[in-house]
Nanobody, 123 residues
Framework: QLRLVESGGALVQPGGSLRLSCAAS????????IAWFRQAPGKERERVSC?????????EYAASVKGRFTISRDDAKNTVTLQMNSLKPEDTGIYYC???????????????WGQGTQVTVSS
């Protein structure tokens, strides 16, 4: 069974950057579309970004992060990365990596989830 593990969450000041990673075990990531979701305290989980499988030729971003976040994948290393720049306090939350064979399913109701990593943007 596919297992996803996120890393890279931290406390960072507004305007700073973080790089989140999603690593897989149990199965290669190459055949899965991957998404990043986040959940802030007291708020519903929201999709941040998605990337298609096998090289990731298709990506999409939430309007709130477009131009600041970049999703990418390295199938040889079995990882997906979310580069987050110009961070704002409203980016605070638990960030989850998720996977599904189908791109649209990955972006909406993925089958596999990681445990999450905490990102806190505060001065």
């Amino acid at each position: 069974q596919l297992r996803l593990v996120e890393s890279g969450g931290a406390l960072v000041q507004p305007g700073g950057s973080l790089r989140l990673s999603c690593a897989a075990s149990g199965y290669g990531l190459r055949d899965y579309a991957i998404a990043w979701f986040r959940q802030a305290p007291g708020k519903e989980r929201e999709r941040v970004s998605c990337i298609s499988r096998r090289g990731g030729s298709t990506t999409e971003y939430a309007a709130s992060v477009k131009g600041r976040f970049t999703i990418s994948r390295d199938d040889a290393k079995n990882t997906v990365t979310l580069q987050m720049n110009s961070l704002k306090p409203e980016d605070t939350g638990i960030y989850y990596c998720a996977a599904d064979f189908q791109y649209r399913s990955a972006c909406t109701e993925p089958d596999y989830w990681g445990q999450g990593t905490q990102v806190t943007v505060s001065s």
